[in-house]
Protein backbone atom coordinates (compact mmCIF):
# COMPACT_ATOMS: atom_id res chain seq x y z
CA UNK A 1 0.00 0.00 0.00
CA UNK A 2 2.76 2.11 0.66
CA UNK A 3 4.66 1.96 -2.48
CA UNK A 4 1.31 2.44 -4.23
CA UNK A 5 1.04 6.26 -2.13
CA UNK A 6 4.77 6.68 -3.26
CA UNK A 7 3.63 5.89 -6.69
CA UNK A 8 0.57 8.58 -6.75
CA UNK A 9 2.26 11.34 -5.18
CA UNK A 10 5.09 11.04 -7.76
CA UNK A 11 2.25 10.64 -10.46
CA UNK A 12 0.59 13.64 -8.77
CA UNK A 13 4.27 15.80 -8.89
CA UNK A 14 4.61 15.10 -12.42
CA UNK A 15 1.02 16.58 -13.53
CA UNK A 16 -0.81 13.01 -13.99
CA UNK A 17 -3.51 13.27 -11.52
CA UNK A 18 -5.45 10.84 -13.88
CA UNK A 19 -2.62 8.15 -12.93
CA UNK A 20 -2.11 8.98 -9.10
CA UNK A 21 -6.24 8.32 -8.68
CA UNK A 22 -5.89 4.84 -10.36
CA UNK A 23 -3.13 4.21 -8.16
CA UNK A 24 -4.90 5.38 -5.46
CA UNK A 25 -8.20 3.57 -6.42
CA UNK A 26 -5.60 0.34 -6.22
CA UNK A 27 -4.58 0.99 -2.80
CA UNK A 28 -7.95 1.65 -1.68
CA UNK A 29 -8.88 -2.29 -2.72
CA UNK A 30 -6.20 -3.03 -0.14
CA UNK A 31 -6.82 -0.51 2.72
CA UNK A 32 -10.89 0.83 2.55
CA UNK A 33 -11.07 2.17 5.72
CA UNK A 34 -7.50 4.47 4.79
CA UNK A 35 -8.94 8.00 5.79
CA UNK A 36 -5.26 9.27 4.32
CA UNK A 37 -5.92 7.17 0.42
CA UNK A 38 -9.62 8.87 0.83
CA UNK A 39 -7.88 11.85 1.38
CA UNK A 40 -5.59 11.98 -0.91
CA UNK A 41 -7.90 10.53 -4.11
CA UNK A 42 -10.18 13.54 -3.17
CA UNK A 43 -7.16 16.14 -4.12
CA UNK A 44 -5.96 13.94 -7.48
CA UNK A 45 -9.77 14.42 -8.33
CA UNK A 46 -9.82 18.17 -7.06
CA UNK A 47 -6.90 18.45 -9.41
CA UNK A 48 -8.85 16.73 -12.35
CA UNK A 49 -11.70 18.58 -12.39
CA UNK A 50 -13.69 16.28 -11.21
CA UNK A 51 -15.12 18.69 -8.29
CA UNK A 52 -18.71 16.50 -6.92
CA UNK A 53 -16.05 13.36 -6.41
CA UNK A 54 -13.26 15.68 -4.65
CA UNK A 55 -16.27 16.69 -2.25
CA UNK A 56 -17.61 13.66 -1.55
CA UNK A 57 -14.12 11.58 -1.49
CA UNK A 58 -12.96 14.29 1.04
CA UNK A 59 -16.28 13.91 3.20
CA UNK A 60 -15.67 10.30 2.81
CA UNK A 61 -12.37 10.97 4.93
CA UNK A 62 -13.37 12.98 7.22
CA UNK A 63 -15.98 10.64 8.02
CA UNK A 64 -13.08 7.65 8.68
CA UNK A 65 -10.60 10.30 10.47
CA UNK A 66 -11.72 10.73 14.38
CA UNK A 67 -9.13 12.03 16.08
CA UNK A 68 -7.35 13.01 12.94
CA UNK A 69 -7.61 16.84 12.77
CA UNK A 70 -5.13 17.62 10.41
CA UNK A 71 -6.12 15.45 7.99
CA UNK A 72 -10.06 16.37 8.34
CA UNK A 73 -8.62 20.07 8.28
CA UNK A 74 -7.08 19.44 4.44
CA UNK A 75 -10.01 17.47 3.48
CA UNK A 76 -12.44 20.16 4.20
CA UNK A 77 -10.05 22.69 2.49
CA UNK A 78 -10.15 20.14 -0.63
CA UNK A 79 -14.09 20.51 -0.32
CA UNK A 80 -13.48 24.56 -0.40
CA UNK A 81 -11.67 24.37 -3.09
CA UNK A 82 -14.02 21.89 -4.92
CA UNK A 83 -17.21 24.16 -4.08
CA UNK A 84 -15.51 27.37 -5.34
CA UNK A 85 -14.83 25.88 -8.57
CA UNK A 86 -18.78 24.74 -8.59
CA UNK A 87 -19.80 28.36 -7.48
CA UNK A 88 -20.80 27.80 -4.48
CA UNK A 89 -19.18 30.16 -2.28
CA UNK A 90 -21.22 30.18 0.65
CA UNK A 91 -20.87 26.85 0.97
CA UNK A 92 -16.63 26.93 0.24
CA UNK A 93 -16.78 29.62 2.46
CA UNK A 94 -18.61 27.25 5.33
CA UNK A 95 -16.10 24.48 4.28
CA UNK A 96 -13.05 26.94 5.08
CA UNK A 97 -14.67 27.65 8.57
CA UNK A 98 -14.72 24.49 9.50
CA UNK A 99 -10.64 23.74 8.25
CA UNK A 100 -9.46 26.84 10.62
CA UNK A 101 -11.20 25.43 13.27
CA UNK A 102 -10.05 22.09 12.81
CA UNK A 103 -13.01 20.51 12.42
Avoid: C
Avoid at 16 to 30: K, Q, T, V, Y
Avoid at 61 to 68: C, D, E, Q, V
Avoid at 77 to 101: H, M, P, S, T, V
Wanted: hydrophobic fraction near 40%.
Amino acid sequence: MVALLDKAHLQSSTGNPAAAGASLERALRIEPRNPVLWSELAKARLDQGRYRQAINLAAKSNSLARGKEKLRTKNWRIIGRARNKLGDYKGAEAAFKRAEQGR
